[in-house]
């Protein structure tokens, strides 16, 4: 059963832009915390952002003022917008479920970025 799946990923320019987006069940888009992480080749998977039920928001250093996550909870959908993209940026980008007591955790399968200098 897939719980989470992201789309939206491709080949862009450098400076260019992207909108992933992140699908689900009702319920997770109802009761969850969700973030985006991603994984560079080579290196661990990182935390990008993440974002609660009321759309409180939190982001890592690194992406602050380039990436906008948000969410629609009536469409069960959650975004990451990603401005002026850099080649560091290359990375297959997931969503999920953060942890919560008593709850499963679900990723989805991931979408790949690659920007091009």
């Known amino acids: 059963q897939v719980h989470l799946m992201e789309s939206g990923g491709g080949l862009v320019q450098a400076g260019g832009s992207l909108r992933l987006s992140c699908v689900g069940s009702?319920?997770?888009?109802?009761?969850?915390?969700l973030g985006w992480y991603r994984q560079a080749p080579g290196e661990q998977r990182e935390l990008v952002a993440r974002i609660d039920v009321g759309g409180r928001t939190t982001y890592v250093d690194s992406v602050k003022g380039r990436f906008t996550i948000s969410r629609d909870n009536a469409k069960n959908t959650m975004y990451l917008q990603i401005l002026s993209l850099q080649p560091e940026d290359t990375a297959t980008y997931y969503c999920?479920?953060?942890?919560?007591?008593?709850?499963?955790?679900?990723w989805g399968q991931g979408t790949q970025v690659t920007v091009s200098s």
């Open positions: 009702t319920i997770i888009f109802s009761t969850r915390t």
């Open positions: 999920k479920t953060e942890l919560a007591a008593g709850r499963p955790i679900y």
